[in-house]
């Protein structure tokens, strides 16, 4: 079965410095993969994904991440934080070929971005 | 642009009451899905629907039933509940499938059982 780990419950970064959000996986075979982000009493929103192609995806709001298949890592990224980056942040995964109620979500990260 | 709207917003039940949160999408999405939130544990599937008429059992389906009686909707109804389910209940909705990459999520419905 797939998992998910997001290993910090907590990232502190000051404003203007670059963030990052660790995650790793566990799957049969290739991976869809993604990262949501949940601002106070709001649902996920959806950031970026990988599913195949280019390492490095880009997505929402500036952020990035990088798919590197031999350390099973999905790392998200931003090369200078903002406060209104304070949230909430999801990595999950599916198999390749499957649908969305395969997807697995990690435990969550919260950023907090100071100024 | 409504999306995916859940109701009630906030609600507390006392143990063995029972109750149905409602889930409606204006995406003409195919699918919907039941996700409960709980600190350190992520979001987890209760029940899901990939069509009018069907559902199927996710991950925590227990003390749960669902309903898919017209497309736009999908209702949770806990018949007895219990402490254990206090949870944030997420609804979300997407076009299905294996070509599915991400579901639109509803703003959630925090239930605490007393």
């Known amino acids: 079965a797939q998992s998910v780990a997001q290993p910090e419950d907590q990232v502190n970064v000051a404003e203007g410095n670059p963030l990052t959000v660790k995650c790793t996986y566990s799957?049969?075979?290739?991976?869809?993969l993604f990262w949501y982000v949940q601002y106070p009493n709001r649902g996920l929103q959806f950031l970026l994904k990988?599913?195949?192609?280019?390492?490095l995806v880009k997505g929402s709001y500036g952020f990035e991440a990088e798919f590197n298949k031999s350390q099973t890592s999905f790392h998200l990224k931003k090369p200078s934080a903002l406060v209104s980056d304070s949230a909430l942040y999801f990595c999950?995964?599916?198999?390749?070929?499957?649908?969305?109620?395969?997807?697995?979500f990690g435990t969550g990260t919260r950023l907090l971005v100071s100024p | 642009n409504a999306g995916v709207t859940q109701t009630p917003k906030f609600r507390v039940l006392k143990t063995g009451q029972s109750m149905t949160l409602l889930c409606a999408q204006d995406?003409?999405?195919?699918?919907m899905y039941w996700y409960r939130q709980d600190p350190g544990m992520g979001l987890r599937l209760i029940h899901y629907?990939?069509?009018?008429?069907?559902?199927a059992k996710g991950e925590v389906p227990d003390g749960y039933n669902v309903s898919r009686l017209k497309k736009q909707n999908f209702l949770l109804g806990l018949e007895s509940a219990a402490p254990s389910q206090t949870s944030v209940y997420f609804c979300?909705?997407?076009?299905?499938?294996?070509?599915?990459?991400?579901?639109?999520f509803g703003q959630g419905t925090r239930l605490t059982v007393v």
């Open positions: 995406m003409n999405h195919e699918y």
């Open positions: 990988y599913i195949t192609g280019d390492n």
């Open positions: 999950a995964v599916r198999p390749l070929n499957t649908g969305f109620q395969k997807l697995v």
């Open positions: 799957v049969s075979g290739n991976p869809y």
């Open positions: 979300a909705s997407g076009k299905g499938g294996a070509i599915d990459t991400e579901a639109f």
């Open positions: 629907s990939v069509g009018e008429g069907t559902t």
